[in-house]
């Protein structure tokens, strides 16, 4: 190896700071809609209709998060990952367009807030794909964390973002200036990410940590693993677990998408105070 060429451990921190930052931009693209509620009810948006967009867009997200799985496993996943930033930059930047077009009309918004949830759906596929090829079993749950944790400080971060800079240039502007940034990291990305180690003439094991069965039984593992998708319909762990993060999933939504609108509305409170439990 030339010794001006990065080393495994090298490649595996800027992969990690790549996906760390992209994951970081899918959430803003994708929290920018709800820390932007109360300023499009001011614009006089029908609260009605923003709780539609807002729920087009999980359906939709859902959706497409079981095909973003499926789609990791056979396209490539660097690819994937830096399309689907791309597309939901353009996605903010046509929202934004779309509400100097047709103002106080939540139908247009729906439209493109319902491809930015399928845009949004091979991010996390793409991520976990990533971080199996680059890293080994014993390292892969402390960078998923690593990673996730970039989506929550993202998430935690927008509704101060856009309370400040919407208060200054308009929720308009912040939604083009999150767009045209998500863009751009796109397309630095498609420069940073690989696919894999092998990619760049690189091996890496992927060893079990020391809890795992013997290497022995790693056929017969692979067998008992081969299971059709009419089995796993019918796993009852499968459908208790779904219904679970369902339900957490609704706990969740209704905390960090509407907190903020029931402080101002309800608790008359000042948008900047009711940023602090989205926070």
Not at 150 to 168: E, R, T, W
Not at 226 to 237: A, E, G, H, P
Request: overall charge positive.
């Amino acid at each position: 190896m030339s010794p001006h060429r990065p080393s495994l451990s090298g490649w595996q921190r800027s992969i990690t700071l790549s996906l760390f930052l992209g994951w970081c931009f899918y959430y803003l693209c994708r929290k920018s809609f709800s820390a932007s509620i109360p300023s499009l009810i001011r614009d006089g948006y029908p609260q009605e209709g923003l709780g539609l967009v807002a729920s087009c867009f999980a359906f939709s997200y859902g959706f497409s998060k079981f095909v973003g799985s499926v789609l990791a496993d056979h396209f490539s996943p660097k690819s994937l990952f830096s399309a689907g930033l791309l597309l939901s930059g353009l996605c903010c930047t046509t929202f934004s367009a779309s509400a100097w077009y047709f103002p106080q009309r939540h139908l247009p918004l729906c439209v493109v807030w319902i491809v930015q949830g399928i845009v949004q759906g091979v991010g996390w596929p793409t991520v976990a794909k990533l971080l199996q090829q680059w890293y080994s079993l014993g390292q892969l749950g402390t960078w998923w964390s690593v990673i996730s944790g970039g989506g929550n400080i993202a998430s935690s971060l927008s509704p101060i973002i856009f309370l400040y800079l919407s208060s200054m240039f308009g929720w308009q502007v912040v939604f083009l200036l999150v767009g045209l940034i998500a863009v751009a990291m796109s397309l630095a990305l498609t420069q940073t990410l690989h696919n894999s180690p092998s990619d760049l003439g690189i091996q890496i094991e992927h060893k079990s940590n020391a809890n795992s069965p013997k290497s022995s039984k790693a056929p017969e593992a692979e067998k008992s693993s081969s299971v059709s998708w009419y089995d796993v319909f019918f796993i009852r762990d499968v459908w208790i677990a779904s219904l679970i993060y369902a339900v957490l999933y609704f706990v969740k939504a209704c905390c960090t998408d509407w907190s903020q609108l029931y402080f101002v509305q309800v608790a008359h409170k000042s948008e900047k105070t009711g940023t602090v439990p989205c926070t």
